[in-house]
């Protein structure tokens, strides 16, 4: 259903594609490196990463047997393949010998619960200089009590930088989410699996995909679209003793 879901938009998160174009030429590094992705869904990220850095070289890590899958088969048709290991294992648990100069982690934090500790994952693959990119959710307005059991206990924003930075990273760059990505992220979401529903009317699993659609597109509009916002962050670590 995600696979579906996400057709007609790969970057899992309310991104468009300057954004993330703008992301990653902040953080990448400009010639080589390595770059982990933990959570990476389908690779989008690291795909594009290695598209637009020759030199890079890049490890993902997932459960979904079927998202890395889609990642195997988006770097083959980049031509990028050869510069990307797949893991299918849990992110916490994931283990190198080498650390990397860039830990990408986007709309993923709930695997490690919460901002802070996907922070303190990527912390420990990091080598030292390099930068983490991470994107969450955070509350643009208060939120109802349905909203945050719904998608979780996110602080407001300068509530989430203030956390962040007082955890030891210092952010170099970052973009907010306007409502045109917010908005454009849930109808194609919630549109493409309602259309492939409509497309698939003898598929088994066609009705629940309709159900689905109608639900998640009920619940944006009513419980969360007013107060949902994303954040996406370029870190580095805060030297010892020093205040950001």
Known sequence: MSRIAHAQHPIKSPLDDD??????????????GRVLDLGCGGGEWLVRALAVRPGLRAEGVDTSEVAL??????????????????HQ???????????FDVVLSFGAAHAF???????AAARRHLAPGGRVMIGD??????PSQEAVEMLGDFADLATTVDRVVADG??????????????DAYEWSCWGSL???ALDHPADPDSSYALEMAGTRRRE?????REAFGFLSLVLRRTPDGVGA
């Open 19 to 32: 954004s993330v174009s703008r992301l990653l030429e902040r953080g990448l590094p400009k010639d080589g």
């Open 69 to 86: 899958a889609q990642a195997d088969a988006a770097a083959k048709e980049r031509g990028v393949r050869e510069r990307l290991v797949l």
């Open 89 to 99: 294992q849990k992110a916490e648990d994931f283990v190198s010998a080498e650390p």
């Open 113 to 119: 619960g919460g901002l802070l500790p996907t922070l």
């Open 137 to 142: 959710g955070f509350w643009e307005r208060p």
């Open 169 to 182: 990273w210092t952010p170099i760059d970052g973009h907010v989410s306007t409502r045109r990505e917010l």
């Open 194 to 196: 309602a259309e492939w």
């Open 220 to 224: 944006w509009l009513h419980v969360y």
